[in-house]
């Protein structure tokens, strides 16, 4: 059964901190994406990787970064949490042109 | 940018009756893929269809395509209490990266 796993269901942070959420998948995949969700506005996309150590931005990569120093590990970082990051963060793996799996997501509030 | 746009926001039906959610999109597409959120979880997709197909079926699924109009709409037949859930669709760009743009997605309730 092909997997995406996140670290965390659910954090609590303190605004400041540096955040990190983990993904992992075990599908082989070269493309692995990180969106946020926020009710009303639907999955928005953060940062995606093409390639071990290749990145690019997407819709909104303000106050994130990401490291994907393996294939199967992609990581999301908040450089000094806010709370408008407070949201649902999820972790999606695909190969080339076709579906994309999906991990349980990860519920982070800073507070 | 939101590529997909999905309408209605909401739909609430009875068991029985059948479900018809429609996404549009802004750029040329290589696929299109619909996708299904239970509460507070990760997306599971439902279905993929190409740009260069009309019409596709799975169960009680079927998706169609535009190209034309840039819209494709899912339906689901005979819902059932279980199919509460919120739906997505995703556009698969033709150009450049391997990305997914998701829309705001339709809130489906099928009361018993």
């Keep these: ?111 | 940018s939101q590529q997909g746009e999905e309408d209605p926001q909401a739909l609430s039906i009875q068991e029985g009756e059948n479900a018809t959610m429609n996404c549009s999109y802004k750029t040329s597409i290589n696929n299109l893929q619909w996708y299904r959120q239970n509460s507070g979880r990760g997306l599971v997709h439902l279905i993929l269809i190409r740009s260069n197909e009309r019409e596709k079926h799975s169960g009680r699924l079927r998706v169609t395509l535009d190209t034309s109009k840039k819209s494709s709409s899912l339906l689901i037949t005979a819902s059932r209490a279980a199919d509460t859930a919120s739906y997505f669709c995703a556009t698969d760009g033709s150009g450049g990266y391997n990305k997914l743009i998701f829309g705001a997605g339709t809130r489906l309730a099928v009361h018993p």
């Design chain 1, 1 to 111: 059964d092909v997997k995406v796993t996140q670290s965390s269901r659910y954090l609590v942070k303190r605004t400041g901190e540096k955040v990190f959420l983990e993904c992992v998948q075990d599908m082989d995949h070269e493309n692995m994406f990180w969106y946020r969700q926020d009710p009303g506005l639907g999955l928005r996309l953060i940062y995606f990787s093409y390639d071990v150590k290749m990145k690019e931005k997407g819709d909104i990569p303000e106050g994130y970064s990401v490291s994907r120093e393996k294939k199967e590990r992609f990581s999301l970082i908040l450089e000094s949490a806010s709370t408008n990051q407070t949201s649902m963060y999820l972790c999606a793996s695909r190969g080339l042109r076709t579906e994309a799996f999906f991990g349980q997501g990860t519920r982070l509030t800073v507070v």
